[in-house]
């Protein structure tokens, strides 16, 4: 593989991690209500998530990606609902502590962040649909295409997990600055970012 395809695809990569989506919303949310800790566990979530999803293109795990196509609505469905579901409560506690301002902030556990990422990371069957015919544009036919599957495979979910990484960390240092009615501001467009996930998921057609 040549330098200037391994920039392309370096490239391509950074560009759709940018791109905002249903992960981006979750590990945004999360930041702007629990803070870089909160954000990065999130974030480990659906990393975990989107690497069973590559593996499982470069695998070229047929069986896999036909269940996936075949249930796509389904699961998308599932993780819109679920998003939704997630944003509806914050919005609720928000409104709640709005009414009570002496009630405390509930504070999720790592796990439930963790999960939380890995979910919704699966529920988006777009990811392997598009990894089946996106990272073939990238191999070089005359060299060993396993190889070179598995190497783009890696180097994709490294690439997006810095990039998750740096607003991440962007985000929570803007936040750190914040003051306690700011931050309650926050917590309420963390519920509205939510919402728009499951709305964006909900809005996923097949590639």
């Known amino acids: 593989?040549?330098?200037?395809?391994?920039?392309?695809?370096?490239?391509?990569c950074v560009l759709l991690g940018l791109t905002p989506g249903p992960n981006m919303s979750l590990i945004i949310a999360n930041?702007?209500?629990?803070?870089?800790?909160?954000g990065l566990v999130t974030l480990a979530g659906t990393t975990t998530g989107l690497a069973?999803?590559?593996?499982?293109?470069?695998?070229?795990m047929s069986s896999v990606m036909v269940f996936m196509s075949?249930?796509?609505?389904?699961?998308?469905?599932?993780?819109?609902?679920?998003?939704?579901f997630l944003g509806a409560r914050q919005l609720w506690q928000y409104w709640q502590r709005r009414r009570n301002p002496?009630?405390?902030?509930?504070?999720?556990?790592?796990?439930?962040?963790?999960?939380?990422?890995?979910?919704?990371?699966?529920?988006?069957?777009?990811?392997?649909l598009f990894l089946g015919a996106f990272l073939p544009q990238f191999v070089d036919p005359a060299a060993d295409p396993?190889?070179?599957?598995?190497?783009?495979?890696?180097?994709?979910v490294v690439v997006l997990?810095?990039?998750d990484v740096g607003y991440t960390v962007v985000i929570a240092k803007a936040r750190s600055s914040f003051n306690a009615a700011k931050l309650a501001v926050l917590d309420g467009a963390a519920g509205l970012l939510l919402l728009a996930g499951g709305v964006?998921?909900?809005m996923v057609r097949r590639p």
């Not at 075949?70 to 939704?84: M, P, Q, S």
């Not at 002496?102 to 392997?128: D, E, F, H, I, T």
């Open 1 to 12: 593989m040549s330098i200037e395809i391994l920039i392309a695809f370096v490239a391509a």
């Open 31 to 38: 930041t702007l209500r629990g803070g870089l800790a909160s």
């Open 52 to 60: 069973l999803l590559v593996a499982a293109a470069a695998l070229g």
């Open 70 to 84: 075949e249930w796509f609505d389904v699961i998308r469905w599932l993780g819109a609902l679920y998003l939704v």
């Open 102 to 128: 002496a009630q405390p902030l509930p504070v999720s556990s790592r796990s439930g962040a963790y999960m939380q990422g890995l979910l919704v990371s699966l529920s988006n069957p777009k990811v392997l």
């Open 146 to 156: 396993v190889r070179q599957l598995w190497g783009l495979a890696l180097l994709f």
């Open 161 to 163: 997990a810095a990039v």
């Open 200 to 202: 964006a998921l909900a």
